[in-house]
Structure formats: structure tokens, C-alpha cells
């Protein structure tokens, strides 16, 4: 699967997407740091790449319809250190070998996983 880590996120959650067997790119990396929400979610759909974010703006359903995206991982934590982050999502990277995240909104969160289509 592919992934696009949004620039508020470390880049130790790409290798671990990596690690796990995904292709995943960095805003960082690819130069979009600093580019509006609309212009990263643009992005993602036309490389047909699953948005891994902090950013609630992306849980908004109107503004960015999962049927319209190639996917969303929007993390809702109320830590937003780096290991606490890596660990919140290494039960998503096992979730994702039975549950398609295309073309849906995952909202994850220290309890779990909620999923909209």
C-alpha cells in the first residue's frame, strides 16, 4: 500500500510503514512542507496515496468525502510525542492487512480505530 506522512508527523512513522512492507513518502521529503490542506489531499489522490496525519482539518467529511480520497489516517491522540504516536499506530499497521483503508477515513486514537466510508 502507499502512504504520504503529513509534515506534522516524525519520520520514524514512514519506516515504519516502510518496515511493515508499504511505500510511504514524506510531505518533508517531497518538498509540500507549509502547502495548504487542500493542495496535500490533491496530492495524495493523484498518486493514490493514503494520507497518514495529526491534521484534524482531514476528519472534516465535507470538506474532504473519503470516497473522493485515497485514503485518510487522521490520528487523534491526546499525546503527541513521537513513541507514543509509534505506538498508537502499530496495532493500525496489523489492521490494515484486514481492513481496506481506501476510499475511507480511519480516525485513530489511543482506544482505537473508528472507520468511515
Not at 514512514?14 to 490542506?37: I, K, M, N, S
Request: net charge negative; glycine share 6%.
Amino acid at each position: 500500500m502507499r502512504f504520504k506522512i503529513d509534515e506534522n508527523l516524525h519520520d520514524d512513522v514512514a519506516a515504519l510503514f516502510v518496515a511493515a512492507g508499504h511505500d510511504a513518502h514524506t510531505v518533508y521529503d517531497e518538498g509540500l512542507r507549509g502547502q495548504a490542506d487542500h493542495t496535500i489531499a490533491e496530492r495524495c489522490r493523484d498518486e493514490d496515496r493514503v494520507l497518514v496525519t495529526l491534521d484534524l482539518d482531514f476528519a472534516d467529511i465535507r470538506t474532504y468525502p473519503p470516497a473522493n480520497q485515497a485514503g485518510m489516517i487522521v490520528l487523534r491522540v491526546g499525546i503527541q510525542h513521537r513513541w507514543h504516536i509509534l505506538r498508537v499506530l502499530a496495532p493500525i499497521i496489523t489492521l490494515l492487512e484486514k481492513e481496506p483503508v481506501t476510499r475511507r477515513l480511519w480516525i485513530a486514537s489511543e482506544k482505537g480505530v473508528r472507520i468511515r466510508q
